[in-house]
Nanobody, 119 residues
Framework: VQLQASGGGLVQAGGSLRLSCAASGGTFSSYTVGWFRQAPGKEREFVSSISGYTAYADSVKGRFTISRDNAKNMVYLQMNGLKPDDTAVYYC????????????????WGQGTLVTVSS
């Protein structure tokens, strides 16, 4: 499966953005799709994932919402209440099977989209 993330940009603290992940190839509904982020000088970290179950990192719980539209092969990440600490390159990734939060658990990755939150 091929993935393409989009929707990043520059936003002020407290603002919102919606990221999109478009998938092609494979049976999309069979995949768990996750969002990860990597800030400068830091390791890539789990943000959220969706299969038949949604999961969130504690740092985004209550502010971010993941959803998917299998008919359109799309996954979205609605990000509200953005903070400067959310600044990072955001990646979508996919894996066959149940949800997971480890970077190494995902086989397919899209290119990143940069989110910058100004204070």
């Amino acid at each position: 499966v091929q993935l393409q993330a989009s929707g990043g940009g520059l936003v002020q603290a407290g603002g919102s953005l919606r990221l999109s992940c478009a998938a092609s190839g494979g049976t999309f509904s069979s995949y768990t799709v996750g969002w990860f982020r990597q800030a400068p000088g830091k390791e890539r970290e789990f943000v959220s994932s969706i299969s038949g179950y949604t999961a969130y990192a504690d740092s985004v719980k209550g502010r971010f919402t993941i959803s998917r539209d299998n008919a359109k092969n799309m996954v979205y990440l609605q990000m509200n209440g953005l903070k400067p600490d959310d600044t990072a390159v955001y990646y979508c990734a996919a894996r066959l099977g149940l949800w997971a939060r480890g970077v190494g658990s995902y086989s397919y990755w899209g290119q990143g989209t940069l989110v910058t939150v100004s204070s």
